[in-house]
Nanobody, 123 residues
Framework: QVQLVESGGGLVQPGGSLRLSCAAS????????MGWYRQAPGKERELVAT???????NYAASVLGRFTISRDNAKNTVYLQMNSLKPEDTAVYYC?????????????????WGQGTLVTVPS
């Protein structure tokens, strides 16, 4: 019923920039908080940044001042601008969203995840 599709990952040199995008599609009624998480090899998935439907943001300390999360509510899309990238930012980045979607005559809440996009910053 709902799908999150990420794009924009890749290989970038230290100090470089990347912009990730995540578009939600399907029978969407509303989207509350959207966010980005990441999982490095051998580590647990961790929060990177979140943004509410009203635009309030929250960042992990490790990315504060380097990454910027934003969203386009009309397009059901969330972005992550990543600047001054470091080798320790290497990870699979996952999009997450709290979505209500239409089902018959009602709506259903769902916490959805994207498939992940790999960001590699070599040392």
């Amino acid at each position: 019923q709902v799908q999150l599709v990420e794009s924009g990952g890749g290989l970038v040199q230290p100090g470089g920039s990347l912009r990730l995008s995540c578009a939600a599609s399907g029978r969407i009624f509303s989207i509350n908080t959207m966010g980005w998480y990441r999982q490095a090899p051998g580590k647990e998935r961790e929060l990177v940044a979140t943004i509410t439907s009203g635009g309030s943001t929250n960042y992990a300390a490790s990315v504060l001042g380097r990454f910027t999360i934003s969203r386009d509510n009309a397009k059901n899309t969330v972005y992550l601008q990543m600047n001054s990238l470091k080798p320790e930012d290497t990870a699979v980045y996952y999009c997450n969203a709290d979505i209500r979607y239409r089902e018959h005559w009602s709506t259903i809440g769902l916490n959805a995840w994207g498939q992940g996009t790999l960001v590699t910053v070599p040392s």
